[in-house]
């Protein structure tokens, strides 16, 4: 059983509903099957070929009503509810049917033909809704190709039944055999609700499309549904297109038919035997190629070859027109492809559609939109047959045209499936930009920031002051804001206000606040032009406020020449002059150095970096950065490897901008460099954006320490989500992606090997935390070369418990994915996995000579506790 499964690709706890799914949909095709061949022969025995436009149409204008009344009650009844009284209605259907054929009921070949292909057309649609409840996305796209079989499989012995009981029964009683369908179809799809659905309240009451329709029923809702949405939209002109050249193949291959064959029970016979043999060769082809090809490859390469197969059949149809044998290759081709590859690759772009909305969305395009694009080609082959007068070359010079477009679509529809699966990932709304400012526009609003602007409240003042300040109304903010109460408001209305040297100097006589009194007196300093001497010594040098002193040096140094070294020492020895060593004021020193940018302040903040109390070294280093000295910048490097000062170091790093880009990348690159320090530089460059930044931390993408590397690696997401237009090595990156993958694989076919069961080991341990090591390193790798946002909300919905999530993140990996990262990611994420069969003691030995020393010890320490008694190990401790 378990080398069946394997040939399957069928997984534990999937075969019972696989198999009813199975039997639901070959009973289904088995159904529809031989009634086709009765509606043909029926139909072709009565009427002319050259009719069948008239039946199209009236196909289109019947499904337009029965569909409106299915989608009402698909909205109101479960699904299993709804499914079992179409059946029921269909087995009274079939029974008057029987009644009336030997009648002479004339116009019973034109109904049954319009009956069989809305028969047709909903028991198919509610097997395949049922299938999407029950798989998830994954196994969906795994197990799609496989049930489809099913329905080929009940297409090959429908037209078996059809061809060889119609010679002792005749076409009419071949009626009665369709009862079986709907007899045993309402038993499967109870089991199948009650005992496997994913989601119980759709299965048991359906939902309302969208939340927003409550109380509209019916197609309309559904429509605007569908009209809002472009993945619905290019669903719907995807198989419209591919309803319309199906149509006009069918015309082609039955006006060729009826050239032949004239009886009643002969078309019948050869109509069984002609789908009996699509089917056949279906299944086959289902069995040993299309399953692979749609698991593979996906809806990339399975959209595409049934247009171009049907573009190749048309062409020959061309050369050879009304030749029986090419009007059976081109519809013989249709049929065997579109059963095994075209329909499950079809049925894959709806299990994106939210599961609460797929129902009623999935009934709507399935049964209307084939049928409507029917009635479409049922009046351009009128046009073309009765107004243009052509005949089986003009409609396949029409159908190469619609082909071409068909193909167009189908290339289409791919990029806006992974984009669908994107969004349902991540749901989160994106609030514009402008949106902000949009809503305070009107005077109501502009008016309340007003009359927050007059609180005496803190925190509500400061929050209108940034409101304001956000949608760009500064005007809002009122001049006496600077005498407000509270000295957190003064400060910032002292920033964004305009004032002048006056207003200044007015300010600083009334404030008592001293901070603020310096922040006042430092922004005056700063409005003097640069060619005005400052005054010396300026009074506020010998203030006994630090604030003071700090706030006029600042001014001071700011007009002072950076050649002229001795005075600027002298106002600093006027400022800090008078501090002993254990001064509480050091503090302010280090931090006012961060505005003072003249070379002779240097040896004080080396100085006051290295000091003592941890406070004041702290708030040196950060100031650092602000000051921007070159000299500075080999002391903050060295202090990326103290443990208490590296944050700060980096901090300070960053504030210098890519001008040390140069002296980074050195240091980052270079093996001999303390790696405690290497380890930290990706933290900064991280943070500073350029294009160079990215060409350094990709030459790094292959160290070999384990930290290093992550960091490196973190430091390009910073980048890629930076918004600015880098450019990425996909090479480089692809090639580090393949590492991680094959490393995290080895890891884990190594702990599948070791421990087959939980046992606590710390070598076990250790393999777990590497493979979790291994998916997040390999991820944040994928964001390189992919949508970041996407990514990482496909790596939330893999870690998540809902399998439906975790399938919708690998499925949109697997679309978006190029080749040659498939094959080393996927695997991984999949649960079902390749394992090769190493020899433990190979295992062990491997890493018991690792040069991950931590890997190294767990190996020798689990081989130590005879863990694996027969296990021989060379290099393990004896």
């Known amino acids: 059983m378990e080398q069946i499964r394997s040939f399957l690709n069928v997984q534990r706890g999937e075969g019972k509903p696989l198999l009813l799914l199975f039997l639901y949909l070959m009973l289904a095709l088995s159904s529809f099957t031989i009634a086709r061949a009765v509606r043909d022969s029926l139909f072709l025995h009565h009427y002319s070929a050259l009719d069948l436009p008239y039946a199209y149409l009236a196909i289109a204008v019947v499904i337009g009503a029965v569909v409106s009344l299915y989608v009402r009650l698909a909205a109101r009844l479960s699904q299993a509810t709804l499914i079992s009284a179409t059946l029921l209605f269909f087995i009274l259907n079939l029974i008057l049917f029987w009644w009336a054929a030997p009648r002479g009921w004339n116009a019973l ?135 319309v050249v199906t149509l006009l193949v069918d015309f082609q291959f039955k006006l060729a038919v009826q050239e032949s064959i004239r009886s009643a029970d002969r078309l019948t016979a050869f109509f069984g035997s002609f789908y009996a043999w699509v089917g056949l060769a279906s299944f086959l082809l289902q069995i040993l190629a299309g399953r692979w090809l749609v698991d593979r490859h996906g809806i990339r390469v399975a959209l595409l070859i049934l247009p171009i197969a049907l573009l190749s059949g048309t062409l020959v149809l061309l050369a050879f027109p009304l030749r029986l044998w090419a009007a059976l290759l081109l519809r013989g081709g249709d049929g065997i492809l579109r059963h095994s590859i075209d329909k499950p690759a079809i049925e894959l772009l709806f299990v994106p559609i939210p599961q609460s909305a797929r129902a009623e969305v999935k009934a709507a395009i399935d049964m209307v939109i084939p049928r409507l694009a029917d009635g479409l080609g049922g009046l351009l082959l009128l046009f073309l047959t009765r107004g243009l007068h052509l005949g089986t070359r003009g409609t396949g010079l029409v159908n190469l045209g619609l082909l071409g477009l068909w193909l167009w679509m189908a290339v289409r529809i791919r990029r806006e499936h992974v ?16 949106a902000l400012q949009a809503a305070f526009l009107d005077r109501e609003s502009t008016e309340r920031i007003r009359a927050m602007m007059e609180e005496r409240q803190e925190d509500v003042v400061l929050y209108a002051i940034e409101l304001a300040l956000a949608i760009g109304r500064r005007g809002l903010i009122p001049a006496h804001l600077v005498r407000h109460p509270s000295p957190s408001v003064r400060s910032r209305a002292l920033d964004v206000l305009p004032m002048t040297a006056e207003e200044l100097e007015r300010t600083l006589r009334e404030e008592e606040d001293s901070r603020i009194r310096a922040r006042i007196l430092a922004r005056a300093y700063s409005m003097r032009p640069a060619s005005e001497p400052p005054a010396a010594p300026d009074e506020h040098l010998l203030s006994r406020d630090i604030h003071m002193r700090l706030a006029a040096v600042t001014g001071l140094l700011h007009h002072t020449p950076p050649q002229d070294i001795q005075t600027a020492r002298d106002y600093l020895r006027m400022a800090v002059g008078p501090l002993d060593d254990d001064s509480a004021e050091w503090i302010f020193v280090a931090e006012a150095l961060g505005e003072i940018h003249h070379p002779a302040v240097v040896g004080l903040h080396m100085r006051l970096m290295a000091h003592p109390d941890r406070a004041v070294r702290k708030r040196a280093i950060l100031s650092a950065g602000r000051a921007g000295q070159r000299e500075l910048v080999p002391v903050l490097v060295r202090l990326l490897a103290a443990r208490d000062s590296s944050s700060a170091a980096r901090s300070a790093l960053e504030e210098y901008g890519e001008r040390i880009l140069g002296t ?125 946002a996407a990514v990482h909300a496909a790596y939330r919905a893999i870690l998540e418990k809902d399998s439906s999530m975790r399938a919708n993140g690998i499925e949109y990996l697997d679309n978006a994915l190029p080749s040659p990262l498939r094959k080393w990611v996927l695997p991984l994420l999949e649960s079902r996995k390749e394992v090769p069969d190493a020899p433990v003691s190979v295992i062990l030995e491997e890493f018991c000579r690792s040069k991950d020393p931590v890997l190294r010890e767990c190996a020798q320490d689990a081989v130590a506790r005879h863990r694996w008694p027969g296990a021989a190990v060379a290099g393990a401790p004896a």
Request: aromatic letters at 8%.
């Open 419 to 434: 984009s669908t699966l994107r969004a349902n990932l991540s749901e989160r709304q994106i609030f514009p930009g402008h």
């Open 109 to 243: 070949p034109a109904v049954f033909y319009v009956w069989t292909s809305i028969y047709g057309i909903i028991v198919t649609a509610q097997v395949w809704t049922v299938a999407g409840m029950i798989l998830d996305t994954r196994q969906a796209r795994r197990l799609f190709p496989l049930l489809g079989s099913g329905g080929i499989l009940g297409a090959f012995l429908g037209g078996l039944v059809a061809a060889v009981a119609v010679r002792s029964a005749g076409t009419h009683n071949l009626i009665l055999l369709l009862l079986v369908f709907p007899v045993l179809g309402i038993g499967i799809v109870r089991l199948l609700s009650r005992r496997f659905c994913r989601n119980c309240r759709v299965c048991q009451r359906a939902q309302p499309a969208v939340d927003s329709l409550k109380g509209e029923r019916g197609l309309a809702p559904v429509a605007r549904m569908i009209f809002r949405s472009r993945y619905l939209r290019l669903i719907v002109g995807l198989l419209a297109l591919s309803a």
């Open 664 to 788: 980074l990348g050195d240091i980052f690159t270079d093996p001999f460099e303390d790696m405690e320090i290497r380890r930290q530089i990706p933290l900064v460059l991280g943070r500073l954006p350029s294009q160079r930044t990215v060409n350094i931390l990709t030459e790094a993408l292959n160290e070999e320490d384990g930290l290093l590397g992550f960091r490196t690696i973190g430091a390009l997401n910073r980048l890629r989500v930076s918004g600015r237009d880098l450019r990425f090595e996909e090479e480089a990156i692809t090639r580090r992606i393949r590492a991680e993958g094959e490393r995290a694989l080895r890891y884990e076919y190594a702990l599948h090997e070791l421990y087959p069961q939980q046992t606590g080991d710390l070598l076990e341990q250790l393999l777990r935390e590497k493979i979790q090591q291994g998916r997040e390193r390999v991820f944040r790798l994928l964001g390189l070369v992919l949508p970041p």
